[in-house]
């Protein structure tokens, strides 16, 4: 059985009718149209790790983070004080550490979220957007 829509059809095995819905099952999508580019698409999951290794580094790296001048930029930063902090502070700190503080209140050692932000833009603990962004002086011209 099957389906006619625009560009292909919708086929399927069996149908249920339920109060205000179907429910098909082993659809599968038949385009009308013949794909121009099917000899240019790769079957990823059936090359080799080398082939896959050379694909990756034909195609390169593509960098979705921030770079060093918005870091440097919009990063709040201060030295540890266990005695600012008070006695439950994460342990990793130690007395001195130079720490960079997210939007989101929480806080990195600088030279691990710098490597981090130059990859991602959003906190690896509650996945908030990293940096907010600078307030301009309205007078400032």
């Given amino acids: 059985m099957g ?10 095995r069996t149908h249920t ?3 205000g819905y179907w429910r098909l099952s082993d659809v599968v999508y038949v385009a009308d149209e013949v794909d121009e580019n099917e000899d ?16 990756g580094e034909g195609i390169g790296t593509v960098s979705t983070g921030l770079s060093q001048e918005v870091i440097i930029a919009r990063l709040r930063q201060r030295k540890y004080s266990r005695l600012a902090t008070g006695s439950s502070a994460v342990e990793e700190y130690v007395e001195e550490d130079e720490l960079g503080k997210l939007h989101c209140e929480h806080e990195y050692h600088v030279c691990c979220i710098r490597e981090w932000l130059e990859k991602k833009t959003w906190c690896s603990i509650c996945k908030k957007t990293t ?11």
């Fill in 17 to 19: 009718k339920f109060p």
């Fill in 3 to 12: 389906l006619q829509g625009m560009g292909g059809t919708v086929q399927y």
């Fill in 131 to 141: 940096l907010a962004p600078i307030k301009s002086n309205p007078h400032q011209q």
């Fill in 40 to 55: 240019m698409r790769l079957d990823i999951d059936h090359i080799s790790y080398e082939e896959l290794l050379a694909l």
